[in-house]
């Protein structure tokens, strides 16, 4: 019995070399727990070697005892291994898929540009022999250069929940309560009514431009992956940026931004969507803020393709709890610009939805 003792003791020594050792390598917790589970499968066999030998079988009870030791083996080796986490291949190769159908198409508008370029070219070749054969008409060439092809028929909202998904932001956000199981990172149900489009695209390129009130430790040990402005283009970060600047659920528990990185502009920020009754994004409108202070200066902006606005107000310290109108195609919103002169950190700003009535003509 003290040979078993003196086995399971190594075994713990052993598994807790292989814990901490492959942690140090910076194996993830998965291979951590493998290793540990082979010390545990090493230890099992040489216990079984100290068990007393099994009364001899013959005949059809040995026959019987082997199926059925292989049938329990079986067992433990598929429930065993299905317990891992598991990846589904085909949903890993349509991720791969869908970033690699973008670059090509991008590929391939190129090279219809190109094939664009030298049809006109053959076509001044001609015109040029043209000229020469009829010296004085003169046939200027009219190709078009082909547009490049459209992105289906997403929108950018859309498009940006999509590269949300594509890049696996859920592995440590959560959004509409799906996501990061062991609450990793924020949940982002309400960041629209904190950040900026160009905030949001900020964090995303550089983890340390701010950070999530409460998660000041995970922010420390930069928890937030730094890779995501070299992997992802323009197009895809504006699009996730703008996603997100949607999300504005007041009831959601999202932590506030602090800013590290800027210092509060003596001015205030209103920000965005503009969108028709049926909740339709309108894109092109005119947005106008007006503090309603004596001599306030007004300011307005137009909203973009996703039917954003950004609009910077000048206003001082002394304008600290003016109430500032927001208008947009008849419809009128007011909030009270409440920021404390003495706060040096927080953002002064104020996030506004518009609805109108009806876009116009
Ligand atoms: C490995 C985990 C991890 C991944 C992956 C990750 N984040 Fe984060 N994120 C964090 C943590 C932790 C914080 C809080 C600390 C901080 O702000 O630095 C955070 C904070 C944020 C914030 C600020 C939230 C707030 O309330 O102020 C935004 C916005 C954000 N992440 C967006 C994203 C987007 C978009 C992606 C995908 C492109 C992403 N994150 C991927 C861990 C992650």
Redesign the pocket.
Not at 210 to 213: C, D, F, P, S, V
Not at 221 to 225: A, L, Q, S, T, V
Not at 254 to 258: E, S
């Given at each position: 019995m003290s040979a078993g003792i003196k086995k399971i003791a190594v075994a713990v020594v052993l598994a807790l070399a292989a814990w901490f050792g492959s942690g140090a390598l910076g194996f993830p917790h998965v291979f951590q727990a493998m290793f540990v589970a082979y010390v545990a499968l090493g230890l099992a066999v040489f216990l079984l070697l100290d068990a007393p030998p099994m009364r001899r079988l013959s005949g059809w009870t040995a026959v019987a005892a082997l199926v059925g030791f292989y049938l329990v083996l079986s067992a433990m080796y598929i429930g065993g291994a299905s317990s891992w986490p598991q990846y589904d291949p085909e949903v890993e190769k349509g991720k791969i898929e869908k970033i690699l159908k973008r670059k090509r198409a991008m590929a391939l508008a190129e090279q219809r540009q190109v094939d664009t370029w030298l049809e006109q070219v053959r076509v001044l070749q001609d015109d040029s022999q043209t000229v020469m054969a009829r010296l004085g008409r003169f046939a200027p060439a009219t190709a078009v250069p082909e547009a490049p092809p459209k992105q289906g028929a997403l929108t950018v909202v859309e498009r940006g929940a999509e590269?949300?998904d594509l890049?696996?932001?859920?592995?440590?956000?959560k959004i509409g309560g799906k996501g990061?199981v062991k609450k990793?990172?924020?949940?982002?149900d309400?960041?629209g009514s904190?950040?900026t489009v160009n905030d949001?695209k900020r964090?995303?390129f550089d983890?340390?431009y701010?950070?999530?009130?409460g998660?000041?430790k995970?922010?420390k040990?930069?928890?937030?992956?730094d890779k995501?402005k070299d992997l992802?283009t323009d197009e895809e970060v504006q699009a996730?940026?703008t996603y997100?600047s949607t999300l504005k659920d007041p009831t959601a528990k999202?932590?506030?931004?602090?800013f590290v990185k800027s210092n509060v502009e003596h001015g205030f920020t209103v920000f965005g969507y503009v969108r028709d009754a049926s909740g339709r994004a309108l894109p092109g409108t005119e947005v106008r803020a007006m503090p309603q202070v004596k001599g306030g200066h007004g300011a307005s902006g137009k909203t973009d393709e996703a039917g954003y606005y950004e609009i910077f107000l000048h206003m001082h310290n002394e304008n600290a709890g003016a109430t500032v109108e927001v208008s947009a195609q008849g419809a009128k919103k007011t909030f009270v610009a409440d920021y404390d002169p003495n706060d040096t950190i927080t953002r002064r700003q104020q996030s506004l939805d518009l609805t109108v009535a009806a876009p116009e003509g």
């Open positions: 590269v949300y890049y696996e932001c859920y592995n440590c956000h990061s990793r990172g924020p949940i982002l309400n960041i904190f950040l949001i964090k995303i983890p340390t701010l950070y999530a009130e998660f000041e995970e922010h040990k930069g928890r937030m992956p995501y992802m996730l940026a997100l999202t932590p506030k931004p602090v």
